[in-house]
């Protein structure tokens, strides 16, 4: 295998070949780290490359697959992991300075999933430091670049793992997700990321930013590979305190190509208040796409869903300065500029800031509890607008200067608040030939009629299996 051949290799279908022995994950893998090699340079997609273990796993599959020894459609298949989910025996740096020689003793529930399920694990990605942004412009490990267009931004803070996905350097990736750090880079990169719902991915080992807003899910290119990695790591942890004991349904059997009798809820204000005009124009034929497959759409109002943004971000800070507390008092010149910045100023929230902004959450998620009554799913723009230039913190759009941070977090931040399901699905591209993301949201805990959702659209409109050229 070429490593050129990756490029339009998928898990379902690598997983295939595998199994039938057409293919050798050794092949396979040895394609993967070639490609890293050729590529990463210009990329900085990845802080390790973990070439050696591997190729150790490589063998180890294609052994135990030979024996019939199938241990399922992970078995072989070469991923990776945002260096926030610790690996035993490697280091795991959280894009930062101050973990810069962290090497755990033991790996995160999700990484020893992954690994039980037979995947090969071909390095850890690069990230927003400590994973508090939407740029992946790292100062310790390197500006991560967006595959499709070098020079942007691949979004954040999970923008390693988006652009290693999109790229070809691996068949999927975990991410993590706080104020949308799995759907903000999978739309700007043109690939799947589903933020599953609160405690149904254990978050044992994933250092954290924020532990009420915290989620760890699947970077995929297709939906069918999302619901794949998010069946392998998904269940109950005992000691995850956040962890449900929800038995998660076989998540490719509710994989299904029509919406019939399927309620979707499109936002009549605020997700369409402030967005680039290409964004919109694509997200609205991707509900007429929807119709089309049998979905009835109508359009609903969700009462105070216009402070989700700052709210979000009280919480999302302030939890994180309570985390980095000590670092900053002993080590503040070891944080790159903005990350310090904003964490430095969180120290000065105060406690009434705090219980004030988890009332108005409550005030959101009931909100959206009672428009869960209506529907089964809100479809949305996953992001306002496109992939942005790095280093470019603020953009026009409609006749106003806004922050590439706000904006960019704006939508994806509601379900974070609220712990329910949500994934980014791509839905076209810009004439600069940026991608789009179409962001599907449900109830807590209905992971698999929002994979139904975005697969069914994925199947019709075809856009998950255009590549980025030139790469």
Known sequence: MSPDDLRSLTITGAGRLLRARKLSSMELTRACLDRIQQLDGTLKAFITVTADLALAQARRADREIAKRAYRGPLHGIPVTLKDIYCTRGIRTTAGSRILGDFVPSADATATARLAEAGAVLVGKTNLHEFAA?????????????????????????????????????????????????IRIPASFCGI????????????????????????GGPMTRTVA???????????????????????????????????????????SHYYFDVIDPEVERLVRAAIDELRKLGASVVEVKIPG???????????AWAEAAHYHREWLLTRPQDYGADVGGLLKGALLYLATDYLQAQRVRARIRHSLSEVFRRVDVLVSPATPLPATPIGRLEVPLKSRTVSVLD?????????????????????GFTRAGLPVGLMVHG??????????????YEQASGWTARLPGGL
Do not use: M
Request: aromatic share 4%; net charge neutral.
């Open 133 to 181: 942004g939407v740029t992946s412009d790292n100062p310790h490990f390197g500006t991560c670049q967006n595959p499709w267009k070098l020079g942007y931004i691949p979004g954040g803070s999970s923008g390693g793992s988006a652009a290693a996905v999109a790229a070809g350097l691996g068949l999927a990736s975990l991410g993590s997700d706080t104020g949308g750090s």
């Open 192 to 215: 799947v990321g589903h933020k599953p719902t609160y405690g149904l991915v254990p978050r044992t080992g994933i250092l954290p930013e924020s532990w009420s807003l915290d989620h």
């Open 225 to 267: 590979d999302a619901a794949v990695v998010l069946q392998a790591i998904a269940g109950h942890d005992a000691r995850d305190p956040s962890s449900a004991r929800v038995r998660l349904p076989r998540l490719q059997r509710a994989l299904r190509p029509d919406l019939e009798g399927v309620r979707v809820g499109v936002p």
């Open 305 to 315: 869903v216009e402070a989700a943004l700052d709210t979000c971000f009280v919480v």
């Open 407 to 427: 904006v960019g977090a704006r939508l994806t931040c509601v379900a974070n608040l609220t712990g329910e399901p949500a994934c980014s699905v791509p839905c």
């Open 443 to 456: 109830r807590a805990f209905a992971d698999a009629k929002v994979l139904r959702v975005a697969y069914a």
